[in-house]
């Protein structure tokens, strides 16, 4: 092992720390560095270590960061790819961590596959198929978690009471297998994620009767966001939500929580009951962003800024049963049925919603056939709320009723030096 100093300098340029003190640092390959697994160099080192792991795939599970922070790191390939991949083997969650101790924590550079968590267990062990954060705010960088499940919440990821923040990840075909979340779960967070990816996540119930096994929808494909003790928050800039499934809220459900979402993607995304999912009709349900509330506490209140919301296949882009949603510079179209936003005008205190559905537009550009939007809405600035193929719309220049990345490739295309 080799000894190092941190001090001002951080051992990452994801992990940046201030401290004084000395610190080890652990090599991990097949052949010729300290340990030949990650769960010996994690079990030697102490508080601030880091431990760095050499390319190759390492089939290991149950990972546990408890009572120390670490810095684990995988060497990347030459196009920034991680290039240590760690494989949970179906056998058990991959990473655990936990506690005040462990809150500066990083992990950078890595590959997590195949986390699954134990399903004749209770409680925690029930959550959280790739990484299960919990009463820490860890470093999570360069990132890529597919195909972990977990039994109950949150496939590829489960937060609760945690400030963790996520850059450049991505979790994508995770499942949540009983239970909502399938992507990850969020409870009582402030979580930041900048430049991430939810893509093809799945919330569902695995079922059988008489004719087989079958998958009932649950509620959250991409993300869950969940305040139990109080209201979850926290931000998404620059994130991407692609063609995830779930009954309501397959790209995003919030229930008493009010994230900050900017410049990011919501496409794709599918809601589907149990009853059409075995029949295979094609009628979709509520919303590919879905929010409401959980009693006491009060209704979702995102902030959605220069957002875009296409080809939903929900009966609506953003479905608001108890909260106050803005939308400022969003983008609506190619929705299905033309029915973009949708505030719940039933509301009903003593049905457990707290906050009737209002909805605020500011200088929005809502397209596509037929209802628009419903419920309480209120206009600010300049929106344009019209049908697909109303050509009367400023920067619509192939005149399909829509501005979009068409039109902008059309003025590019046309661009020259002028005279």
């Not at 990473?95 to 267990?121: E, P, V």
Request: with cysteine; glycine share 14%.
């Amino acid at each position: 092992m080799n000894r190092m100093t941190i001090a001002v300098a951080g051992v990452l340029m994801t992990c940046v720390g201030t401290s004084d003190i000395q610190a080890e640092s652990y090599t991990v390959c097949s052949s010729g560095c300290d340990y030949t697994t990650i769960q010996g160099a994690i079990s030697a080192a102490s508080d601030g270590d880091t431990i760095q792991i050499q390319a190759g795939t390492y089939c290991e599970n149950n990972l546990r960061i408890e009572g120390k922070s670490l810095t684990i790191e995988g060497v990347g390939t030459v196009d920034g790819c991680p290039a240590v991949t760690i494989d949970g083997e179906a056998e058990h969650r991959v990473f655990l961590i936990q506690g005040s101790s462990a809150t500066d924590t990083c992990l950078d550079n890595l590959y997590i596959c195949n986390g699954h968590t134990i399903t004749d267990s209770k409680g925690s062990e029930w959550n959280g198929g790739g990484i299960w954060v919990g009463d820490c705010s860890p470093t999570i960088s360069n990132c890529t978690i597919v195909e972990c499940v977990a039994y109950a919440h949150g496939g590829g990821i489960y937060a609760v009471n945690s400030s963790a923040t996520f850059t450049s990840c991505v979790i994508e075909c995770c499942m949540s297998e009983t239970d909502v979340g399938g992507g990850v779960y969020i409870d009582s967070c402030d979580l930041t994620f900048t430049d991430c990816t939810f893509d093809s996540n799945i919330s569902g119930e695995m079922s059988s009767d008489d004719e087989g096994a079958y998958w009932s929808p649950l509620n959250g494909g991409g993300v869950y966001m969940y305040g139990s003790k109080n209201s979850s928050s926290g931000t998404f800039t620059d994130c991407v939500f692609h063609e995830n499934l779930a009954f309501n809220g397959a790209a995003f459900y919030m229930t008493s929580a009010s994230p900050t979402l900017t410049n990011c993607s919501f496409s794709g995304s599918s809601c589907w009951n149990q009853d059409e999912w075995l029949t295979g009709t094609s009628t979709p349900e509520n919303g590919m962003v879905y929010l409401t509330s959980t009693w006491p506490n009060g209704g979702s209140s995102p902030v959605f800024t220069d957002c875009s919301f296409s080809y939903g296949a929900c009966n609506y882009a953003v479905y608001v049963v108890s909260g106050s949603p803005t939308h400022s510079g969003c983008t609506f179209g190619d929705n299905w049925g033309g029915l973009n936003v949708h505030g719940d005008s039933d509301w009903d205190p003593f049905k457990g919603t707290t906050d009737p559905a209002i909805i605020t537009l500011e200088d929005c550009t809502v397209c596509g056939t037929g209802d628009h939007v419903r419920g309480i809405i209120v206009h600010r600035g300049e929106n344009h709320i019209h049908d697909c193929g109303d050509s009367n719309v400023p920067g619509d220049i192939n005149g399909d009723g829509c501005v979009n990345g068409e039109d902008l490739s059309m003025l590019l295309g046309a661009w020259t030096t002028c005279p």
